[in-house]
């Protein structure tokens, strides 16, 4: 992107900004687009060919992806544009983006919602993209065979032109709008051959980087609206509490506190600025309600799933065979107990949100996942149309699952209380604690082998809170009954590769009251720990190398063994590994991606602390549009893995979430990353996601390696150094 | 009212004289690049030079700042050409991109004081600041490219 | 032994150094009471005074301050400080550097400013917050009493002050140490009072500063 373009997109954005979501765009060439009616896209007047929800032409040529999805680091603002520049025949120094407003041309199609999750983006979209560009690109040549009067066959595009060999006219896109938004869009238009792709599968640089190392990049945080204020709230600090009573007398007091504002979340302190606001709440005095949950602590909430896992009537997720008649059939049997507890997503940019709330009318700005939601939600709050609701998406400062856009509400509230624009600001500490975390499971394994070490059942029970319970009924409108799976508890323990006669698993729901949530990979976040780690075990006790023992488990699933062969190839997992390093290895499947990681780990015997040199990964997620993009997601996902592995633990005391910050949430830094390496299988296949399938590996793999260090089996994350220590 | 310099420019803010720097930068002044992370200097995002030298300035206060020369990211280069933005951009370092200046404003610190840093000084100069993304090895990629392109002149 | 200890000031060669970390305590303790050439303490007027057992014990109490983690933490083994009272490794991958004041964008003023921050885990501060500098460490954890009090005499690691009395004027109203016991946000103090501790210092100067057994 040119520094012009970027100039002109900062320029457009602002102006988008600053007259509530009216498009000021240049007016000297107005037409509408017969598409845009066909779209239903508000016709704008502008002199840009708007053929349909996604592409934008300009008459300077400039092509502008809207993006509908929203950007938290995966790089949709620059994949999903290459799949249309691609099918559109435009030079990439020619193309942008822009965030795109909720509508349901946005409907990521693989989720069913205009939703950023599932690792979906390219899954849902490249499709309708690569159609979207094929029928702008035959309308551009339908408009120009009709200005020259020559045969559409005999035309060709390159480059951002319509060429005509023969006769040797050219006809830049530009100079063709107008003609061309008279053109009925083709239905179905011809797609180029994928082995023309001059975009599509090459390392293309991401288009929002330059924003993003000069502190231009918009984020929520960052949004400025005239007259607006900014506001903290100060909410229960036990889940569900509610204020009993409250002395605001002091913080009224704080220079520069203009409002407070009872909420159903809290106390809120609406100010001048954030400083102001922050003052004013730790000036609150608020007495609370606390509710239930003053009792809930993670010890009895661990004892209880202890009990549940033992005594409770399970839900099917999965049966092969008979259990009883493999178990017969068994020469040595092993039980595990795997638990995995509640992690925080920890953005890097806390929850906020601002609103700007008029008496027909409603405007915020948020980096939010789900944007149409979020519309619905403050036009129910409003009692307004959802279009009367206008959503501006900005960067989100980190996603994995946590920005479905709830905390938009209490900005509008605040809104529509004080009578101005309202910023909400969340402390790190608010964001800590208002999280809907990643679900704890406590997993029981028991499984068998047969005198030759062939498995001959397996067996997994799953107790977990249901994501779908706390989510669902505002995300979908509806709550999994509670007799009824909710899958996302059990995925990628049901799906198990491995080649098992007689498998059963089932989930038992539990409620701990503390609010769950999609965190990146959701399900297989723990369940890739659980099963590979418990076949490791199994691979142990049958006497086998970890790696041909999966091997020989996953005759009908090439897809696993190819990342499985690759990983360990890269690795040099049949040579000997350095002195004082072990490997392990894991593979798993998820959002349609197949990935397997090496992990090279020591230990230090006195301290039991675990250093990871190395972690080799191996992907295929089918067709690759961006291989850079997805090479940097693999880094990504085993990052954010290693600090789940090695720190991830929320935890529950008298209904509070004790860890606050940083310093008791921790996360992987630069001294303690390994080295990574990413492997892609070339592939024709149907595209996997990347955003997220990088991170269930990495765990087991690291946890793997530990017990190849040590002969230690962890079996509880976080690692403990502790339980590592050799014992003199 | 209290002078401040920031990126060689002269502003009169009447906020409190212990107000975090970050603070008055973000909301008085207006400059949204450096931003809020943690609020205990725990995670970086935040960092920007006080006469040259790194702060934390979520936890400093703009007193400590009076008379001194604040450079914030976007005072780094008047046109995203410091060998460190190119380098960044060359690597295409950011995923979500909210701590990457903080990480900037860290390296130009290590760059200048270090031409050429081992991994084990991009460890001690980087270590402060946290990238969930986990852009860890390309940010590392990318000062070592930037050194070799005479970053730290 | 105790009869040497009446005189008083050791001077710790460089070789005396390496001796002292290979032959124990046995050795050094004889290294300890040879004369001091140019000291600047009255030998005399100490002599008649000293009483080797009252600084041993004055000692002994005294220790107990620099091992507490308001003072450990600043003084560690390695090149990592420590934080909390359970003086773990500081987060942030945190380094001494050459100068004992950090490395690059990671200085010690970095993040600690000339004064606490209010608020549970803000960064605590005096001006000029660092550590001793590398090339004088000044090893306050994993030694025993005997072993600090060794090295607080040894101008080869104490930073050049020739007498236990140079020695300890690091202490004297040094802003770094007398924060100790002003550290803000409820941190833990060390174990007595500063006043008592200086006066326990002084008591072992004044009685020729022998190190316990």
């Known amino acids: 992107m040119t520094p012009k373009t970027e100039l002109d997109r900062r320029s457009f954005l602002k102006a988008t900004l600053l007259t509530g979501g009216a498009l000021l765009i240049g007016t000297n060439l107005p037409f509408t687009s017969r598409a845009e009616e066909r779209f239903g896209i508000e016709a704008e007047p502008a002199a840009e060919f708007h053929p349909n929800a996604f592409i934008k032409i300009a008459p300077d040529g400039k092509v502008t992806v809207v993006v509908g999805q929203a950007e938290m680091g995966q790089g949709v603002l620059t994949s999903l544009p290459m799949i249309v520049a691609d099918e559109l025949e435009v030079d990439w120094k020619d193309v942008t983006f822009e965030h795109g407003p909720p509508g349901a041309a946005f409907i990521n199609p693989a989720l069913g919602g205009q939703i950023t999750g599932g690792s979906a983006s390219i899954r849902g979209l490249f499709d309708p993209l690569r159609k979207a560009a094929a029928a702008t ?32 006219r050219t006809a830049k896109y530009g100079t063709l709008l107008a003609a061309a938004s008279k053109v009925t869009p083709p239905t179905a238009p011809k797609l180029k051959d994928a082995k023309d792709f001059k975009f599509i599968g090459k390392n293309v640089k991401r288009l929002d980087t330059p924003e993003k190392v000069n502190g231009s990049g918009i984020f929520g945080m960052d949004i400025k609206v005239p007259g607006m204020l900014t506001a903290t709230i100060m909410r229960s600090p036990v889940i569900g509490g509610k204020v009993k009573t409250f002395d605001d007398s002091a913080a009224k007091a704080v220079k520069g506190v203009r409002h407070v504002v009872q909420l159903e979340s809290g106390i809120a302190i609406v100010a001048d600025n954030y400083w102001s606001a922050k003052k004013g709440r730790d000036a609150l005095n608020v007495v609370w309600d606390e509710g239930k949950m003053a009792s809930v602590s993670s010890d009895k909430l661990y004892q209880a799933d202890v009990a549940a896992a033992a005594t409770a009537k399970g839900i099917e997720a999965k049966k092969i065979g008979d259990i009883a008649a493999g178990k017969a059939k068994a020469a040595k049997t092993i039980e595990s107990v795997y638990w995995a507890p509640f992690l925080a997503h920890a953005t890097m940019e806390p929850m906020n949100a601002t609103a700007d709330v008029k008496a027909d009318r409603c405007e915020v700005w948020s980096g939010i996942q789900a944007q149409m939601v979020v519309q619905q939600m403050v036009a129910k709050e409003l009692s307004m149309p959802p279009e009367k609701v206008t959503v501006n998406n900005t960067l989100l400062g980190g996603g994995f699952g946590r920005r479905l856009g709830e905390y938009v509400i209490d900005a509008v509230k ?54 779908m319970a706390t989510l669902g009924p505002g995300l979908f409108g509806f709550a999994p009954p509670p007799d009824r799976l909710d899958d996302t508890s059990t995925e990628g323990a049901s799906n198990l590769p491995y080649d098992m006669q007689n498998l059963y698993v089932d989930w038992v729901r539990t409620d701990p009251g503390v ?41 009908k699933h090439p897809r696993h063994a190819g990342v499985l062969k690759l990983a360990a190839e890269k690795a040099g997992w049949y040579k000997p590994a350095p002195k004082g390093i072990f490997r392990g290895i894991a593979v798993h499947e998820s959002f349609a991606s197949y990935v397997a990681q090496v992990a090279e780990v020591s230990v230090d015997k006195k301290t039991g602390k675990v250093k990871v040199h190395r972690i080799v990964c191996a992907i295929d997620c089918g067709q690759v549009v961006n291989p850079d993009t997805v090479a940097a997601q693999m880094e990504s996902c085993i990052i954010f893995g290693l600090t789940a592995a090695f720190y991830g633990e929320i935890t529950v005391k008298n209904g509070r979430i004790e860890q606050r910050n940083f310093y008791d949430y921790k996360m992987l830094r630069m001294n303690e990353t390994p080295k990574i390496e990413t492997y892609i299988v070339p592939s024709t296949e149907k595209h996997g996601g990347v955003g997220e399938p990088g991170t269930p590996p990495t765990a087991p793999a690291v946890v793997n390696a530990i017990f190849a260090a040590t002969g230690k089996r962890v079996r509880s994350l976080p690692i403990k150094p502790a339980d590592l220590r050799e014992v003199a | 009212m209290t002078k401040l310099s920031v990126n060689r420019k002269q502003y009169e803010v009447d906020d409190d004289l212990d107000t975090p720097l970050l603070w008055v930068i973000r909301d008085s002044i207006g400059l949204t690049g450096t931003k809020y992370g943690c609020g205990v200097a725990q995670c970086g995002s935040c960092t920007i030079h006080v006469d040259g030298h790194a702060k934390r300035s979520c936890v400093t206060p703009m007193k400590a700042a009076v008379g001194k020369e604040i450079t914030t990211i976007e005072g780094v280069s008047p046109d995203s050409t410091h060998a460190l933005q190119k380098a960044w951009i060359a690597a295409d370092v950011p995923q979500c991109g909210y701590c990457q200046s903080g990480q900037i404003m860290s390296a130009a610190i290590l760059l200048k004081e270090n031409k050429r840093p081992t991994d084990a000084d991009i460890d001690s100069a980087m270590s402060g600041i946290i990238c969930r993304c986990g852009t860890y090895p390309r940010i590392r990629e990318a000062i070592k490219q930037a050194a070799i392109n005479g970053g730290g002149k | ?15 005396a150094v390496a001796c002292l970390t290979l032959a124990g305590f046995a050795l050094s303790e004889r290294l300890e009471v040879s004369p001091v050439e140019g000291s600047v303490v009255n030998e005399a007027e100490i002599a008649a005074s000293a009483d080797p057992a009252k600084a041993k014990a004055a000692f002994n109490e005294a220790v107990k301050v620099f091992f507490s983690a308001r003072c450990a933490n600043c003084h560690p083994a390695g090149d990592i400080p ?15 550097g050459k100068d004992g004041k950090g490395v690059y964008g990671m200085t010690c003023t970095t993040c600690h400013q000339d004064s606490n921050l209010e608020g549970e885990h803000m960064p605590p501060g005096v001006p000029n917050w660092h550590m001793p500098p590398a090339n004088q460490k000044m090893v306050f954890q994993g030694l025993t009493a005997r072993q600090l009090c060794i090295q607080l005499k040894d101008p080869k690691r104490n930073g050049g002050r020739k007498t236990p009395k140079e020695a300890i004027h690091h202490l004297e109203g040094d802003p770094l140490v007398t924060w100790a016991w002003t550290p803000g946000n409820g941190r833990s103090v060390p174990p007595m009072s500063y006043e008592d501790f200086m006066k326990a210092m002084n008591t072992w100067v004044e009685n020729g500063a022998a190190c316990p057994e």
């Not at chain 1, 997993?443 to 059942?457: E, Q």
């Open chain 3, 82 to 96: 420590t934080q909390g009272d359970e003086m773990t490794p500081h987060a942030q991958g945190v380094t001494r």
């Open chain 3, 1 to 15: 032994m105790s009869i040497f200890s009446n005189k008083t000031f050791a001077k710790l060669g460089v070789v």
């Open chain 1, 137 to 168: 690109r035959e309308m551009l040549v339908t408009a120009a065979a009709q200005q020259w009067s020559v045969p559409v066959e005999q035309l060709r595009v390159r480059n951002g032109e319509v060429f005509h060999p023969t006769s040797r």
């Open chain 1, 515 to 555: 609010p769950v949530g999609f965190w990146r990979s959701v399900g297989s976040s723990h369940t890739a720990f659980s099963t590979e780690c418990f076949l490791d075990e199994l691979a142990f006790e049958a006497k086998k190398d970890p790696l041909a023992f999966r091997l020989s488990l996953l005759e």
């Open chain 1, 414 to 467: 605040l809104s529509k209380s004080v009578g101005k624009p309202v910023k909400v600001v969340w402390t790190r500490e608010d964001d800590m604690h208002g999280d809907f975390y990643r679900p704890s499971a406590y997993n029981k394994m028991s499984a068998g082998i047969d005198a030759a070490g062939k498995p001959v059942f397996w067996q997994h029970r799953i107790v977990s809170p249901s994501i």
